[in-house]
Every structure is written in structure tokens, then in C-alpha cells.
Nanobody
């Protein structure tokens, strides 16, 4: 049974930083694309960042480019999302996801087959 457990969320002021972690179990972590999505109240889930199986290629949404960095440690079955220069509009629940994609980093929720329960990130102005 696949489990993805996010941690590291919390309340931070504008301009602050947070580092989210995703602990994965029940799967061969290195065989899956890792991604992060977020969902703000009243809005649809949106792609934040994704990284390929060996960590060589990543993709981030334009809204977070230059501020957020995705990484992974396959030896520890853990993924990370480093978030700097946070803005109030980054406030959302952040979800860790995995995809069996062999070719691309999916940009839509349908491309991912396992989801964590999410961690709340709140950025105060």
C-alpha cells in the first residue's frame, strides 16, 4: 500500500521560507515521478513542481519559478519542496504525488496515481 506523508507546512510571514518533505513508502520510490500540487480555498488543484525519477529534470509552475525548488533523495524515499520568498497567494494545502510516467512530468492531477493527505501552508501579509 502506497503511502505519501507530507510534513513541514505551517504559518509564515510574507517573504519567509518553508521546506516541505514527503516521506514515501509502499513503492519503489525511484521508479516514480514526484510532484507537488496545491489547492487554495475555492480553487482547483494546481501543479506546483515535478521532478523525474532520478532527479535530473524538474519542472515548476510559472507562478513559483525562481522561488520554489523541488528535489528528492531516492536513498531515503523522500521528496522535498523548498519554498522561498513566500507570498500570501501561496497559501494552500500542498499535496505530494507520484506518477508512473516514463516520459514526461505530468502537469495535471490525472497524471498522478498516488496522493498524500496534504499539509497546510499559510502565508500572512
Amino acid at each position: 500500500q502506497v503511502q505519501l506523508v507530507e510534513s513541514g507546512g505551517g504559518l509564515v510571514q510574507t517573504g519567509g521560507s518553508l521546506r516541505l518533505s514527503c516521506a514515501a513508502s509502499g513503492l519503489t520510490f525511484s521508479a516514480y515521478v514526484l510532484g507537488w500540487f496545491r489547492q487554495a480555498p475555492g480553487k482547483e488543484r494546481e501543479f506546483v513542481a515535478g521532478i523525474d525519477r532520478n532527479g535530473a529534470i524538474s519542472s515548476v509552475a510559472d507562478s513559483v519559478k525562481g522561488r520554489f525548488t523541488i528535489s528528492r533523495d531516492n536513498g531515503k524515499n523522500t521528496g522535498f519542496l523548498q519554498m522561498n520568498s513566500l507570498k500570501p497567494e501561496d497559501t494552500a494545502i500542498y499535496y505530494c504525488v507520484t506518477s508512473p510516467s516514463r516520459v514526461t512530468i505530468p502537469l495535471y492531477p490525472s497524471g498522478y496515481d498516488s496522493w498524500g493527505r496534504g499539509t497546510q501552508v499559510t502565508v500572512s501579509s
